[in-house]
């Protein structure tokens, strides 16, 4: 069986949720839930065992495990409640909240769920990105999950001077651009040096 990612999972999830992935049985109940996303992976990487639909797909079981936390984590989040109506207003019954149908179908491509989703959006938009900044984002995102914003926004400041350090690195060696960014040598301070950056890139 193929293993899958939390944010994979979560996305499938969603889309079966608002109804983007169509399945045999709209989930009203989680073990449905389970179910309807086993059978979208099983239609995407088998086609041909989906068309038979025996035996019925199944997820690998890290992956049951990780769709339970998503239930639970949408549950936390607001986006889902418990009950289908007043008739089944318990669990195992579910159903999307007003404010997770809203909010899901407007979520911005750059939202994260966990450091491996971040990293690897950050690594599409930026190909290049050192192994240092790479190492201080994850930290970042560990402690923003930890709670600790300020150490969050601290590790981000830090990434962010990897990379301008290095940038500068490489207008320092570069043939044609090295002699206007020299005085950046003569400087310890980022702030210094980021300032001297900023006025030599703008003549």
């Not at 936390?76 to 195992?92: A, K, V």
């Not at 690594?123 to 900044?133: G, K, L, M, N, T």
């Amino acid at each position: 069986m193929v293993q899958h990612t939390y944010e994979e999972l979560r996305d499938t999830v969603v889309d079966i949720l608002l109804k983007r992935a169509v399945v045999a049985y709209e989930p009203s109940q989680w073990r449905e839930l389970q179910a309807a996303v086993a059978e979208v992976f099983s239609k995407k990487e088998n086609p041909a065992g989906a068309a038979r639909g025996y035996p019925p797909p199944r997820l690998h079981p890290n992956d049951a495990e990780l769709v339970r936390d998503v239930f639970w984590d949408l549950f936390r989040q607001g986006f889902i409640t418990l009950g289908l109506n007043d008739s089944n207003e318990q669990w195992p019954w579910f159903r999307l909240s007003h404010l997770g149908e809203r909010a899901l179908k407007t979520q911005s491509p750059y939202r994260f769920h966990d450091t491996n989703s971040f990293l690897a959006l950050v690594q599409r938009e930026v190909p290049d990105i050192s192994s240092e900044a790479s190492i201080y984002l994850a930290e970042a995102v560990t402690a923003f999950y930890a709670g600790c914003s300020l150490a969050s926004c601290v590790m981000l400041g830090v990434a962010a001077e990897a990379e301008f350090l290095r940038l500068a690195e490489v207008t320092i060696n570069s043939q044609d651009h090295g002699q206007r960014f020299s005085g950046l040598q003569k400087r310890y301070l980022i702030r210094q040096k980021s300032r001297i950056f900023r006025i030599v890139w703008s003549l």
